[in-house]
Structures are given as structure tokens and as C-alpha cells.
């Protein structure tokens, strides 16, 4: 089906296949926390992108579809500033007066970066050019430079913020926030609203790098290049829009280009919402699309029909607490062992770090294949009890995998294990820092150690 033809989603189309059978707690358990991770309120800037100046760069006077294309073919952009202006410059447009007997010269005003722009030529809106409409001859539009509306020392100081943001998120998250938006749609909560909203539509995954000095002005400049991420479709926007409007947002596949995309959007989305627009404006901006991948995961449309996840041993008693393999027993809290009954349990079960009894009760149920959920306040010794246990099973020849939300608990835990000597264990497999020729060297200095 063309997205050119597509209806607009009635109230059943966008439910799951799955919700029309009777699905059980840990179904329901599921999509109620898969629900939560979409926030479809006003404040999200998946639907609601108002522009901060702190930590957003708008461009002006460039072509959507020619950035794309630049940026896929593996081209690197660089973030162009408007050019102060001289002296000579500003006697000439009148901003300094030059007493023609005295020679003394007075300051009228200094111009802001966009009415020095606009002396010099520069299409100054936010909305850029139609590719239909525009020279494609004009060497402005075939070079690698993207245009802004900032002077030198402005978009230095933005560039460095954003780049300190972006950078900050993936080492405590693992998520990259860095976005080069291209378009946007502008659209209302119903139609008597008068408030404009703008979500996000084609983004692209990006990264920013500082560049070379430049001396004439001081400052340094800024590249952008693409990320190897893939592109995102607005899954927020798209379920507001199934959720409250009845209507499908197109997805973005790789093959499209902006200009299509947008030519998509009007013709299954505006026709339907006449006072909405698209905003062709391109930003770069910090947006986290990073529980978009979750709920994706826990739509049970992506699911292997004789392999869903609600069906897993582990979910069922995570949710239910009871299973078929558990004879029904449910959940409880764990007795501490009796360590000092327990014949050579150092041994089995050894400690590289101090730990009370219930610490060293929970690892030696971990070693023993139990499953079990570890809680406790900061300070409570969880971290070290993690590297205990972790220890523990490579001792017993076990394999681990130790997953966090946040970089700072795997670097504390990786610390650990280091200072035992136990540091070389560990294989770093989802990082930016991460890539294949690193896993090898890994992979061959642990196998030398063995020898």
C-alpha cells in the first residue's frame, strides 16, 4: 500500500493482534509499563521542540535533501558563523558615523548577527528553501558548510555545550541525544487550540567534533559527520498521533529522502488536519529516543509467534511471581544461608571483597542458579556485592553478563574487579568506546594470559 493512498488509522488498526485473546497477567503487566515509557504529554520535545538557545543550533538558507545527501555519503559538514563585520563595514552601513570635520567616529549600534546577516545577503528565515524554487547552480548550496545565524563566540560556546551534552549522555547512558532535525511539523491539540506545536520529523543520528583553530577570529570550528545508528522514526509523534487523532505518521526508511518524506506526511496527515503544517527548518538538537528501542522490543506485534516474551519463565514470575516450573510457589524473601555450617564455602563461594551474610547468602543463590532481584539504599554495599558475585562465577566457570542504565555503575564495578586483578576478564562489548579491532586484541591478550 502506498503511503500516498494509506486511511487514516481507525480506533482497531493500531491495536495488536495480540490484545484480542485473553492474555494473561504478565501480558498485561507488560504493556502497562510499555505504556509508561512513551511520555505523550506537551512537555516531551518529541511532540512539544520549542528551540532552546542553550542547547540547539538553527541553520538558515540550506536544502534539506542536499544535506542528507552529503551527510550519507559520508561527507563532513562544517558550522559556519555570520562574519563579523569590519569597521570599514559598519561606517559603510551606517551603524558608525564619521564626523566629517573631526574624523571622530560615533557608535550607533552594533547589529545582532541576524541584521548583519541580512546586510550581507542572507536568506535570514528559519523556513528554508524549496529545492523546486532554488538555483541549484548557487555555489552556497553545493558546499559543505552549514550556515547559521550566530557570530563566531556564540556558536563556538553553543557547539561546546551541546558536544559537552552529547557526550556526557552516552558516557552515563550509552544513548546518543545528538540530532540533526530536518523538518518539522507544526500542529495544534484540537482545532479550536491556537497553541502551536512542533514536533520533530526527520532526524538524523550525528556527531559533533571539534575542528582546527581558526586565528582569524579566535575560535574553534565545529564538524558534523552521520552516525552509523540508522535513521528514527518519531514513534512518540506516531502514537499521539494513532492515539488521539485516529491518524498513521509514515515511517522513515532509508531510501527516502526529506523531500519525500514530507510529501508523504501531506498527503496522509494534512489532508486530514488542514490548519497543521510543515516546517521546513533544520536544527541541531538533543533528544533522547532512548525508550523508544524498549517499547518497540515490547510491542508484542515484533514478537516470534512461538516465542513470546510474556511466555518466558523469567517474566511470568517477575510479574506474577508464580510459574509452572516453580510449582506455583511464588515469590518470597531469601533466608540468609548458615555460612559458617556450609563445608569450604570460601572456597565454592569466595569473596574478593568483605560482605555481611545476606551479601554473601545472595551470591551463593546467584552461583546456585537461583534467580532473585537485589535491593537495598545507596551505601548498602550493592556494587561490591555485584563484583563478589561476578567474581564467584568465574570461578565456577560461569558466564556473565552485567548490563547497567548508567556508564558510572559499570565503571564502578569494572574498578573493582581491576584492583583484584580480575579486570582483564571483563570484555567491553556496547560502548562508543568499543569497536571490532579492540574485542580482538581483548580476546587475544585474555587468551594469552591463560597460556
Given amino acids: 500500500m502506498s503511503l500516498k493512498n494509506h486511511p487514516p488509522m481507525s480506533s482497531q488498526q493500531g491495536k495488536s493482534k495480540y490484545f484480542k485473546k485473553n492474555s494473561g497477567f504478565a501480558f498485561d503487566s507488560l504493556e502497562s509499563v510499555r505504556k509508561k515509557l512513551l511520555d505523550l504529554s ?31 555519503l559520508g561527507k563532513v559538514f562544517t558550522f559556519i558563523p555570520v562574519p563579523e563585520p569590519t569597521e570599514r563595514e559598519l561606517i559603510e552601513a551606517g551603524y558608525i558615523e564619521v564626523d566629517p570635520v573631526s574624523k571622530q567616529k560615533t557608535s550607533i549600534e552594533y547589529p ?15 523556513d528554508l528553501p524549496e529545492a523546486e524554487i532554488t538555483d541549484d547552480r ?35 547512558s550509552g544513548s546518543n541525544i545528538l540530532y540533526l532535525a530536518l523538518g518539522f511539523l507544526e500542529w495544534y491539540e484540537s482545532r479550536d487550540s491556537d497553541v502551536k506545536r512542533m514536533a520533530p520529523l526527520f532526524t538524523l543520528p550525528v556527531q559533533l567534533e571539534r575542528s582546527k583553530l581558526d586565528r582569524s577570529q579566535g575560535v574553534y570550528r565545529y564538524t558534523l559527520t552521520l552516525k552509523d545508528d540508522g535513521l528514527l522514526t518519531n514513534i512518540t509523534f506516531l502514537e499521539k498521533l494513532a492515539h488521539d487523532f485516529d491518524l498513521i505518521l509514515p515511517l522513515i526508511d532509508e531510501d527516502l529522502s526529506p523531500e519525500v518524506y514530507y510529501r508523504n506526511i501531506k498527503n496522509t496527515i494534512l489532508e486530514h488536519q488542514p490548519k ?70 570460601h572456597d565454592k563461594f569466595p569473596l574478593i571483597y568483605d560482605a555481611d551474610s545476606s551479601q554473601h547468602s545472595a551470591l551463593i543463590d546467584a552461583v546456585e542458579g537461583h534467580n532473585l532481584v537485589i535491593e537495598g539504599p545507596p551505601g548498602s554495599g550493592k556494587s561490591q556485592t555485584i563484583t563478589n558475585l561476578i567474581s564467584a562465577c568465574i570461578a565456577n566457570g560461569k558466564k556473565v553478563l552485567f548490563v547497567a542504565e548508567k556508564m558510572a555503575a559499570l565503571n564502578v564495578v569494572k574498578n573493582r574487579l581491576d584492583k583484584a586483578d580480575l ?6 562489548l556496547h560502548s562508543h568506546k568499543t569497536h571490532k579491532l579492540k574485542i580482538l586484541q581483548d580476546l587475544t591478550k585474555r587468551l594469552n594470559k591463560q597460556k
Fill in 42 to 72: 506537551g512537555r516531551n520535545t518529541l511532540l512539544n521542540y520549542r528551540h532552546p538557545k542553550a542547547s540547539c543550533i538553527r541553520l538558515i538558507d540550506e536544502l534539506p535533501d542536499q544535506i542528507y545527501e552529503v551527510l550519507t
Fill in 112 to 126: 545582532t548577527a541576524e541584521q548583519w546577516a541580512k546586510y550581507l545577503g542572507l536568506d535570514t528565515r528559519y
Fill in 138 to 172: 548557487i555555489e552556497k548550496h553545493q558546499d559543505t558548510n552549514l550556515q547559521t545565524l550566530l557570530y563566531a563566540a556564540e556558536l563556538e560556546a553553543r557547539l561546546r555545550s551541546i558536544r559537552s551534552k552529547a557526550e556526557t549522555a552516552i558516557e552515563e
Fill in 276 to 345: 497543521w503544517k510543515i516546517r521546513r527548518q533544520a536544527s541541531l538538537v538533543l533528544l533522547n529516543f532512548a525508550k523508544q528501542a524498549m517499547y518497540q522490543d515490547l510491542n508484542p506485534d515484533n514478537w516470534p509467534d512461538d516465542s513470546r516474551i510474556d511466555n518466558h519463565e523469567l517474566i511470568k514470575m517477575f510479574f506474577g511471581g508464580k510459574t509452572e516450573s516453580s510449582g506455583g510457589d511464588g515469590l518470597s524473601y531469601a533466608t540468609e544461608h548458615p555460612i559458617d555450617d556450609i563445608q569450604d564455602a
Fill in 423 to 428: 579486570g582483564d576478564f571483563c570484555l567491553e
